[in-house]
């Protein structure tokens, strides 16, 4: 037998092969599926046979995350925002408006209505938990929509931001959906975590050994920081993801296979972010206009840079 004949396993079409093909790679000519030619073993009947043969396996591209020192996040953050910081820190005063009048007003007034009554203050405060979320994932929303904005402009230092290809203050449906229901996770696992911190400090204060009480305190005190930061610095890329209007269990692992190289980097990226926000707070809630659109900048600079994603602002190679 000088040749034999195969099925194509893709399209079916009967193929002529020659006997010295078998076992080696073939391509059919009709739909240019590749596949390992195979020779019947016994013919009886038949001069030729047909079988269906396997295709060839192909590799898996395997998405790699370059590992980034956090000195290069921090001095490409510090770069775009010198040569950017009109076009990120301008418009957020408007959302800054929002989140003085509409958060840190009412949770001022809350907190003093707490110091004479207690349940009153926190019936309040659980009815305008959701308007609370709402200005804060909008306020964050706003900052990192400006980032992206201000790291996609181009190299020259003259030019403003190219034309928005992102509203200002109006949100995609997608984006906004999948940052709001990243940070409801997020604010909820922190209000649980330290909601079970005060439980255990106040079991701990009733308590009439001064060690243990002590123990009790600073072990909640500092497990809740380190829970916390823990979960932080594996779990940051999922805020700026959202901006994709991407969120499920394929973003919360891609953040994970993001930061699993990068944990040094993710731990001194989320202390950074944690320590502008504090500050941003500490000063009455002042501070937050320049806090919230930094830390916003960090995090879509870093998450750019682990990608491997270029930043139209740097007018240099990747290093």
Known sequence: MSSFQQSCPSCNASLELP??????????PACQARFIAAAPTVLESSPTA???????P?????????????????????????????????????????VVLG???PLAVLSDMASTNLKQALLWLAIASPWFLLVTVYSVWFALNLSLDVCDAGPDLEDDPPPK?????????????????????AITCVAVVIGLAIVIMNVGSNVQATEIH???????????????TLSAMRLWPVIPLAMDGRFGGAVVRESLEMTKSN???????????????????????????????????????ALRLIQGRGIPAFDREEL
């Open 19 to 28: 006997i010295a093909a078998d076992g080696k790679a073939a391509v059919c």
């Open 50 to 56: 047909v079988v269906t043969p396997q295709l060839t």
């Open 263 to 301: 944990l040094m980097t993710s731990f001194f990226l989320v202390v950074g972010v944690f320590f502008l926000v504090g500050f941003g707070f500490s000063v009455f809630g002042l501070g937050l206009p320049l806090a919230i659109p930094v830390a916003a900048l960090a995090l879509v600079v």
């Open 165 to 185: 290809t992102r509203s200002w203050f109006v949100p995609k449906a997608a984006e906004f959906i999948s940052l709001l229901i990243a940070m409801t996770i």
């Open 103 to 105: 958060l840190l007003l």
């Open 58 to 98: 192909q590799p898996v591209a395997v998405k790699r995350y370059r590992k980034i020192p956090i000195e290069h996040i921090f001095a490409d953050t510090q770069s775009v925002f010198i040569e950017r910081r009109r076009p990120l820190l301008m418009p957020f005063l408007i959302p800054s408006v929002l």
């Open 214 to 228: 002590l123990l009790m305190t600073v072990g909640a005190f500092v497990g809740a920081i380190l829970l916390l």
